[in-house]
């Protein structure tokens, strides 16, 4: 089982940059692609990012060239680099692990989740 605990959300004027942090822990050698999703209120889950375990990327076109999706597995640790924040940008940041190293966008695919954090952009 793996355990995922977010952090690094918060309420940031548009434009402005932020950076989530998604700590594993319990059998992350189990871990095959990880990736972030959000949630607005009143709408659907979106895939945002993912990551294999030998480091190939992808991203949703909402936040392509915005966005950097990195890992650092000495610390176990995934992260969410965001920059030029838009409102709509605003959401539940969730970060999310599959066993398979093939990663996919939906929710479905996905094994553990954790709590989320939340981002706000004005």
């Known amino acids: 089982h793996v355990q995922l605990v977010e952090s690094g959300g918060e309420s940031v004027q548009a434009g402005g940059s932020l950076r989530l942090s998604c700590v594993a822990s319990?059998?992350?050698?189990?871990?095959?692609?990880m990736g972030w999703f959000r949630q607005a209120p009143g709408g659907e889950r979106e895939w945002v990012a993912a990551?294999?375990?030998?480091?190939?990327?992808s991203y949703a076109d909402s936040v392509s060239g915005r966005s950097t999706i990195s890992r650092d597995p000495a610390k176990n640790t995934l992260y969410l680099q965001m920059n030029s924040l838009k409102p709509e940008d605003s959401a539940m940041y969730r970060c999310?692990?599959?066993?398979?190293?093939?990663?996919?966008?939906?929710?479905?695919?996905?094994?553990?989740w954790g709590q989320g954090t939340q981002v706000t952009v004005s």
């Open positions: 999310a692990a599959r066993s398979v190293r093939k990663c996919v966008t939906s929710t479905s695919g996905y094994d553990y």
């Open positions: 319990g059998a992350t050698q189990d871990i095959g692609c």
């Open positions: 990551i294999n375990s030998v480091g190939a990327t």
